[in-house]
């Protein structure tokens, strides 16, 4: 059974894109808040969003009853999360992987993480870095309902909408599912616009119009504000899921080589290729 003992002190690793407006939510709502980055030049940063500035991870978690890790990669997470990490943790600690990664590697962390008395749950977020800054992003959590009910508190602080996934590993798999259909959405719409573009059509207004019809989207509503930097990473874990599972992808398969052709471009509304 977890500790119920509420959440007050919360450490981030990882104060880059996404960190650093989560960092600055909380403070606001009163959590004392310590971050840490592999880059010292975001002390700065911290210290103005209103957080404390930690040395090293190990002095990042004495004192935290979570953490919110942000880090790239797979790799990344498994350095981090060692087996030092975890025996300087206090028992009862909920470490929340925010990274998108393979779901198997949160649910052999949070295996490794058993015997400390260490809770890790995956707690992956959706709509980008303007739902960040404004605190509305949407987040799946994957853990035991305990560990996911205090930690949601702490979510609401940057989070609009909160869904328990399932267990740990459902959150990356939600996330995965929203990839997929969020890079199948920005390949289509390039597609469209180029076509619509070539004939002569004025594309603003047609993508008004789209924006009122059956083809609407996400990406569709925020182009020109899109970027592709994640789209090939994304792409390579759902297929290796996929992989693991043994089912195809084709499409996806199919656009992760089309992300690769339009990673390049900026989507103005100016600029359309085929």
Request: with cysteine; charged share 20%.
């Amino acid at each position: 059974m977890t500790t119920t003992t509420a959440i007050r002190a919360v450490g981030v690793i990882g104060a880059g894109r996404m960190g650093q407006p989560l960092i600055g939510h909380m403070a606001r709502k009163g959590f004392v808040v310590a971050a840490h980055d592999i880059d010292a030049t975001k002390r700065e940063v911290v210290a103005k969003l209103g957080g404390r500035w930690a040395d090293s991870p190990s002095t990042l978690v004495q004192g935290s009853d979570a953490i919110l890790v942000c880090v790239g990669y797979d790799k990344e997470l498994r350095e981090l999360l060692s087996a030092g990490l975890l025996r300087d943790l206090r028992r009862g600690t909920i470490v929340a992987v925010l990274s998108t990664v393979h779901p198997r590697t949160v649910q052999e962390l949070a295996e490794a993480a058993g015997p400390f008395g260490v809770h890790v749950v995956d707690s992956t977020v959706a709509r980008g870095g303007r739902a960040a800054d404004a605190g509305t992003l949407l987040a799946f959590i994957g853990g035991d309902a305990d560990v996911v009910e205090r930690l949601t508190p702490v979510f609401a602080c940057f989070s609009t909408d909160i869904v328990h996934a399932g267990g740990v590993g459902a959150a990356q798999v939600a996330k995965a599912a929203n990839n997929l259909v969020m890079w199948a959405c920005v390949v289509a719409n390039h597609e469209a616009l180029a076509l619509a573009k070539r004939f002569g059509v004025d594309v603003e207004r047609l993508r008004g119009a789209l924006l009122m019809s059956s083809a609407e989207n996400y990406a569709l509503r925020h182009w020109g504000e899109n970027t592709m930097a994640w789209a090939e990473d994304d792409m390579e874990i759902i297929q290796s899921m996929a992989h693991d599972v043994g089912i195809g992808l084709p499409q996806a398969g199919l656009n992760r080589e089309l992300c690769r052709t339009l990673k390049p471009k900026r989507f103005r509304l100016d600029e359309y290729g085929v």
